[in-house]
């Protein structure tokens, strides 16, 4: 039992150590304590993400009562010229963020082109053509 307590520490300790902090704030978005991406929310269905140069890398839409689903997300990788929608896995920005970078998608507050594929085909639910 004693083993069995300290392994699930450890394994507790070792998330806690190789998580990054991701802080949202007055349109900033800081990874670890750096700025990273700048954010657009004017609008509040319409979500711009910029690098700290103020190009536009991604967008972030929220799609309510259309007549694929009630509410979805659609992602656009705009250097890519890909799309992705997910209605089972609502993105928000910070969320959004987090995955890319888990993902390794987003990497040194760039997006990896080949990452984004990936990213793509593994949370793609092709809301919009069912």
Excluded: H, W
């Excluded at 806690?16 to 269905?45: R, T």
């Excluded at 080949?114 to 949370?123: C, D, P, Q, S, T």
């Amino acid at each position: 039992m004693k083993s069995l307590f300290t392994f699930l520490f450890f394994i507790l300790l070792s998330q806690v150590a190789f998580s990054q902090e991701i802080v949202y704030k007055k349109d900033i978005i800081s990874v670890d304590g750096k700025d990273c991406l700048k954010v657009n929310d004017s609008d509040p269905n319409n979500v711009s993400f910029l690098d700290l140069e103020g190009n536009e890398i991604f967008f972030l839409k929220f799609i309510r009562n259309s007549k694929y689903a009630p509410l979805y997300t659609k992602v656009t990788f705009l250097n890519q010229k890909l799309t992705m929608t997910s209605k089972s896995y609502i993105f928000t920005k910070k969320l959004l963020v987090k995955k890319l970078i888990t993902d390794g998608t987003l990497t040194n507050c760039a997006l990896v082109p080949a990452k984004v594929e990936n990213f793509v085909l593994k949370y793609d639910e092709n809301v919009e053509t069912n």
